[in-house]
């Protein structure tokens, strides 16, 4: 049972690490946020089916109301990475990070309208550790500030992202996680078609490297992985685990683009560990 644990949790853990790769290249991929998820949800969505295809997961939808649930749930990814792109546009990879995290408090009070779980005390008052964490990193909120109006953004992405996850958190059971995160894609690339004539893409082939690599390894294997780990726990405990996200991010911007954390930064990035390793503890049980 230990033993089960700590792979399912090297699991989600690995999966954060992945998806941390998206706060570098969003910020950085020179193309509007809107078209950087078009063309990341729809590269993804073919490695994602030419896997499904090798490994010959059955992509049937059982029912109606399972294509509803695919449906809301992927314009909730895509309204979630869409305003994540826009946040780390306007302010810079630590801030736009911490802002959308504040999705772990929003998901331990909407949690138990989506299952029978009931409201954790715990949950709250680990998720409000994770948003003093963020406080630290608010600049003074103006909102003709652009990093002010990126916090914005990044607040909107977490309500996006929590909802999309407690969605999803229903079909797990039911559904491989790479079917799961394919229907998602296919949802996000057809509503974000019109892009293609309404935004600038004309650098497309320039960008195209970074933008596999964020489709690849950032959406096919870092989010497939985290919505397989929905099936050991719960949507408040995953979220409050992956808030080591920002921590991941803000170190590779560091290594890779020499954007270095202020004091306040370490201060905020602390109090979200104390807060993971407080939860990594507490889902062994």
Request: hydrophobic share 55%; net charge positive; aromatic share 12%.
């Amino acid at each position: 049972m230990e033993n089960s644990h700590i792979k399912n949790l090297a699991f989600l853990l690995l999966a954060t690490l992945f998806i941390s790769t998206s706060g570098v290249l969003g910020k950085y991929i020179g193309m509007p946020p809107e078209a950087i998820i078009l063309f990341r949800a729809l590269f993804a969505a073919i490695f994602i089916y030419l896997f499904c295809r090798i490994k010959k997961v059955d992509l049937t939808i059982h029912s109606k109301k399972d294509k509803i649930s695919f449906l809301i749930s992927g314009f909730f990814m895509g309204a979630h990475w869409v305003t994540y792109f826009y946040a780390l546009k306007l302010s810079n990879v630590a801030i736009g990070m911490l802002s959308m995290f504040t999705f772990p408090i929003m998901t331990a009070f909407l949690e138990p309208f989506f299952s029978k779980q009931k409201l954790s005390l715990v949950h709250v008052f680990l998720a409000l550790l994770v948003l003093i964490g963020i406080y630290f990193l608010v600049p003074d909120f103006s909102i003709e500030n652009d990093q002010a109006k990126g916090i914005l953004f990044g607040v909107f992405s977490a309500l996006c992202y929590s909802l999309r996850n407690l969605i999803t958190k229903k079909s797990v059971t039911d559904y491989n996680s790479s079917a799961i995160m394919l229907y998602q894609l296919i949802v996000v690339t057809v509503i974000l078609l019109p892009v293609l004539f309404i935004s600038d893409i004309s650098n497309l082939e320039s960008q195209l490297p970074f933008l596999v690599l964020v489709a690849l390894l950032t959406t096919a294997i870092g989010h497939t992985m985290l919505v397989n780990s929905l099936q050991y726990f719960s949507v408040s405990t995953a979220s409050i685990i992956g808030s080591i996200q920002p921590i991941f991010g803000i170190i590779i911007a560091y290594i890779f683009i020499n954007e270095v954390p202020n004091k306040n930064t370490f201060i905020g990035g602390s109090l979200i560990l104390i807060t993971v390793v407080i939860e990594s503890l507490r889902s062994k049980k």
